[in-house]
């Protein structure tokens, strides 16, 4: 789904009424796993003294947890009180919120699943990225890069590299990071291949093609590296340069001109500074460059050589190649820029040889390989920014020394570096109510995820527990634990607070927001008022929160901080499938909508859920418990409490609960969630549905059906949208819905309607979707209505012995949620 404003704008308005004031409780808007540790929290614009916290059910309210509470240096953030509220203790599974006096965080889940699909989920932004075709916009751009430039002989020809990714909201491609982002995802898969799935062919478009969708993204990068790298001895570092911010555009509508006609520059790798204009770089070799091609290609040709042997032997002969070229010259490589001073500022390159050596002996095998890894790893034992807490743009690229991860199964000492770069960034950290010790640099998410990346890849070493909080603060400051309660990563969670207005000609143009990208994040005060350009287009809604020591804005305007970054995104692999692996995995055996919500049961087991919805109709409702009854059948009921609270059924509603089918809610009061004809544009806010949804579950009560029991929730109509099913799991409650072309929940229509079906060709569609789905009825849930109107005298509830008889005939059980 592609969410627009509209729908966003709703969503941000009900985080910032909902828990407007002056106090606040940050939590990680996704949950948390129930042995993770687990801290929000309290920032306050007035002195507030707080000893203890409550953590309520999110249906009930009723206390299950108490905390006491750690005071932290307020100012940093420009407020009077922080504080620190941890209920790591606190295990159990469910839909929570904390509360201090009249401060209450929003609804938050902990559980297995919580990360669950969100390593795939970022691969949306990489595929919106591509360069030559784009699957986001089903069409083409830059077919004709390039020109060279800067080439001794080849200066002026045409070159062939259409491909890879955009960098960011610009057009402009780099080796630098598109290698980087390509080692990222190999490296995510490497690592934690079982969370991924295959939903996507090599194109970009769904559908399965037998290869997971991290490696599709991952080979789409190596291919354009392929291309970057036509021969032993010639590389090339970027196409295009600045002359491209020339204000927001699609790619394939692309109007930047570079006096090449319908071609873009493609800078040929010197050793030397570059710049076409007035602007050089401070380039001084090929080493960090040469080094990153050799990386990526090591590692993809052994990840790959399943798949595709014959292109995993073509790029393992150029990594070996690659690796030998940037020895021949050492230094770094920097981006090259034209109209403005802004580049990225790569200063060290022997991170970049001890990794592309220790993957080129993770390929071969030679002691050459390894003694070259640790010859280069010696070297720089602490990425610079961790010791040093500054940088200049990209100065230390990439942020993370993943060569010292595989060095450290090998020899102590490298874990003992990985921890060297932890401990300087917690010694930052130790005041902050956040435990964010990382600098407020642009790009600074890019750090964080650097930080947590390290953070895992030492634990999963050594087992020492020493920056596990740390690294929580770090993983919740990205989801919403941050002073702006924000996540940082586009449409995650779907029904939480999370960049809807990023710098991207995406948003500007189409109204649509940037799926799966991470912004760049918030940056120092300084840095930011010193900037070029920035002009935000609105008022300020986080205005509150930039009195302290790093500001960030949700607006186009701010280039700074509310751009999504390509090889940001794709650093994210690795982390969040970590966390996915400790959680449950990629592992549901339920079938779920584009929505989130549960539409097939397991499709491996010969069972049917039968299920009934009601409101205001129900006059089937002896009739089907009867059948039900003589066919040991049992089903599954949603009443709203319009149902519950109406005395002409109070028997039927005892006999169902009696009789031992499910009972669950479907709204209180029948709201109509979102818009038929614009699905993600909402009609409710969050306050409404919580409310709504708590006082569904008081009727349910009164029946004495309790929520522990019940936490499948049919939304009212069958109608809902992504937020939805988010507001519903922070609440701890999973949302289903019938099986998508079954139709028997077009069981309410009447003959006056365009739409209306009859009972026979309800049942004829039924029994043709048994014949055609590869797995049959199993798993599915039909939906039967026990009440429709007086309009249509063709009841589907009285074909529901001839249902229930003809498919047990063919095999299938039935069960109840």
């Known amino acids: 789904m592609r969410p627009r404003l509209l729908c966003i704008s709703i969503l941000f308005s009900t985080f910032n009424s909902l828990y407007a004031g002056d106090s606040w409780i940050r939590i990680n808007q996704l949950g948390y796993l129930p042995d993770a540790v687990k801290v929000a929290v309290l920032i306050s614009e007035k002195d507030v003294r ?119 909201s610009d057009y402009l491609q780099y080796l630098t990071t598109s290698a980087n982002a390509t080692y990222q995802m190999l490296f995510a898969w490497l690592n934690n291949p ?65 006096g090449l006609g319908q071609h873009r520059p493609v800078y040929y790798i010197t050793g030397k500074p570059q710049g076409l204009a007035k602007h050089k770089n401070r380039t001084t070799g090929v080493s960090s460059s040469a080094a990153k091609f050799a990386s990526a290609f090591a590692l993809g040709a052994k990840l790959l050589k399943e798949y ?144 947590l990346t390290q953070a895992r890849c030492y634990h999963n070493t050594t087992k020492d527990s020493k920056y596990l909080e740390m690294e929580a603060a770090l ?3 990205l989801f919403g634990c941050n002073p702006w309660g924000t996540s940082m990563i586009c449409g995650l969670p779907a029904g939480g607070d999370y960049p809807q207005l990023p710098h991207s000609s995406i948003t500007y143009l189409l109204n649509e927001t940037t799926t799966g990208g991470l912004i760049d994040g918030p940056v120092d005060r300084s840095i930011y008022s010193n900037l070029r350009g920035i002009h935000l287009l609105k008022k300020d809604q986080y205005a509150p929160f930039q009195n302290g020591k790093a500001v960030y804005h949700d607006d186009m305007g701010d280039y700074s901080t509310n751009e999504p970054t390509m090889d940001g995104t794709a650093s994210l692999s690795f982390y969040l499938s970590s966390l996915e692996k400790e959680g449950s995995g990629n592992q549901s055996k339920h079938v779920m909508d584009k929505e989130g919500a549960i539409v097939r049961m397991d499709h491996r087991s010969k069972n049917i859920y039968l299920a009934f919805t009601a409101d205001k109709e129900a006059e089937g409702g002896e009739y089907i418990l009867q059948v039900l009854n003589e066919n040991n059948v049992k089903a599954s009921f949603f009443f709203t409490g319009n149902f519950l609270r109406n005395p002409d059924y109070d028997a039927l509603i005892k006999k169902v609960i009696n009789n031992g089918h499910y009972v669950g809610p479907h709204s209180d009061k029948h709201l109509l969630y979102c818009d038929w ?62 099986t998508p072309g079954i139709r028997t929940n077009a069981d309410y229509t009447t003959p006056d309607m365009p739409g209306y079906l009859s009972s026979d060709d309800i049942l004829k569609s039924l029994y043709q979707y048994e014949k055609e789905n590869s797995h049959g009825l199993n798993g599915c849930i039909i939906l039967i209505h026990p009440g429709t109107d007086s309009a249509r005298k063709d009841k589907l509830y009285e074909r529901l012995p001839e249902i229930i008889d003809r498919l047990k005939n063919m095999g299938y059980g039935f069960k109840r949620l």
């Open 475 to 477: 993983r919740d400051w």
């Open 308 to 451: 595709d042997p014959v292109f995993a032997r073509r790029i393992a002969k150029k990594a070996a190649e690659a690796y030998k070229f940037a020895l021949s010259d050492l230094g770094v490589c920097q981006t090259a820029c034209n109209v403005s001073p802004y580049f990225y500022e790569e200063e060290n390159y022997v991170d970049d040889l001890e990794l592309a050596a220790c993957e080129l002996h993770r390929l071969t095998n030679k002691e050459y390989y390894f003694e070259q890894a640790l010859k280069w790893g010696a070297v720089e034992p602490v990425t610079p920014w961790m010791s040093s807490g500054r940088a200049r743009h990209y100065q230390f690229y990439p942020f993370v020394n993943l060569g010292h991860y595989y060095l450290s199964g090998k020899q102590d000492v490298y874990a003992d570096y990985l921890k060297d770069g932890l401990q300087f960034i917690y010694e930052r950290c130790s005041k902050d109510p956040f435990l964010n010790g990382i600098p407020f640099i642009w790009c600074s998410n890019n750090l964080v995820v650097a930080a």
């Open 677 to 738: 004809k614009k699905r993600d544009s909402l009609l409710v806010d969050r306050h409404n549905f919580e409310n709504d949804l708590r006082k569904n579950y008081i009727e349910l009560e009164k029946f004495g059906v309790a929520h522990s029991g019940s936490k499948w929730f049919m939304p009212s109509y069958e109608w809902y949208n992504s937020a939805i099913v988010d507001w519903a799991r922070a609440m701890g409650i999973s949302v289903v819905n019938f």
């Open 50 to 168: 707080i000893e203890q916290f409550q953590l309520r059910n999110a249906i009930t309210d009723a206390v299950v947890y108490r905390g006491e509470s750690k005071e932290y240096d307020a100012s940093v953030w420009g407020m009077k009180s922080a504080y620190r509220l941890d209920f790591s203790k606190f295990e159990s599974a469910g839909g929570y919120y904390i509360q201090i006096d009249y401060i209450k965080s929003p609804c938050f889940r902990i559980a297995n699943d919580v990360y669950n699909g969100t390593a795939d989920f970022i691969l949306n932004y990489m595929r919106q990225q591509r360069c030559g075709y784009n699957p986001y916009f089903k069409d083409s751009c830059h077919l004709h890069d390039g020109i060279i430039v800067d080439h001794p002989t080849r200066t002026g020809q045409e070159i062939d590299v259409t491909g890879g990714w955009h960098d960011a």
């Open 194 to 258: 079982q969370v991924y799935g295959d939903k996507y062919d090599s194109r970009g478009h769904k559908g399965k093609n037998g290869i997971p969708d991290i490696l599709d993204e991952a080979r789409w990068g190596l291919e354009w590296l392929d291309k970057m790298n036509p021969a032993d001895g010639q590389m090339y570092n970027q196409i295009a340069d600045d002359r491209d911010h020339v204000g927001f555009r699609l790619p394939n509508k692309d109007s930047a001109s570079y």
